[in-house]
């Protein structure tokens, strides 16, 4: 069994580097960089999800998927169209159907932000944007019952923008359960990064 851990928007693979120093050492950890994905292609969100269905025919045994935000979201998407190939699933400060009033205020912040910002993260700031606007329409919230795994749903103590909707995730999705990161906000892998890596040895155990 392997696990993938996906990062969130604004993040790398390298976001999670002192999370894995507390998983345990006999787990099989992939960490990918979602930005390498797009590289040369459409900056959009189906290609970021085709990348990923791609990645996971590597795999011949089954995955643990752990996914923050736009990680979540790929995960999700993953363990209901390929329920066969998912053993666990993680989802951290994940939403199943984009807020979009949210999106547009975080598009208007986006395109303030200078270019440099956005190379630290591996993008183009125009593909940036462009993944952020292609997300816009995302609704998983009727498909969530497909998910056959078990499930934990992790949210920030501090993250309000995404509490309800975590909570709702936990309810939605069968075999699911919720827990909150004291001292978190929505980047809980960097903000709790141990804490994070107990509930996830608890939850794999």
């Known amino acids: 069994m392997s696990d993938l851990l996906l990062h969130g928007l604004g993040q790398t693979s ?21 930005s390498d994905w797009i590289l040369g292609k ?36 993953y363990s209901i169209e390929h329920p066969e190939k998912v053993k666990a699933l993680v989802l951290i400060g994940t939403q199943c159907k984009m807020p979009k009033r949210l999106l547009k205020l975080q598009n208007v912040f986006f395109h303030l932000m200078p270019d440099s910002e956005f190379s630290k993260m591996g993008f183009q700031k125009s593909d940036f944007i462009s993944l952020c606007k292609s997300m816009t329409d995302l609704d998983f919230s009727h498909r969530l019952k497909e998910i056959r795994c078990k499930a934990l749903v992790v949210c920030g103590e501090k993250d309000r923008a995404n509490k309800s909707a975590s909570l709702q995730l936990a309810e939605l999705i069968p075999n699911a359960e919720f827990v909150t990161i004291l001292g978190a906000g929505h980047e809980v892998n960097l903000d709790c990064p141990s804490k994070l890596g107990e509930e996830l040895n608890d939850f794999f155990k």
């Open 14 to 34: 390298s976001s999670w580097n002192e999370t894995i120093q507390t998983l345990k050492e006999e787990r099989n950890i992939f960490c990918p960089n979602l």
């Open 42 to 77: 459409q900056p959009c969100y189906d290609t970021l999800y085709k990348a990923l269905e791609k990645y996971c025919e590597q795999f011949d045994d089954t995955l643990c998927l752990v996914g923050l935000s736009l990680g979540g979201i790929l995960a999700m998407q």
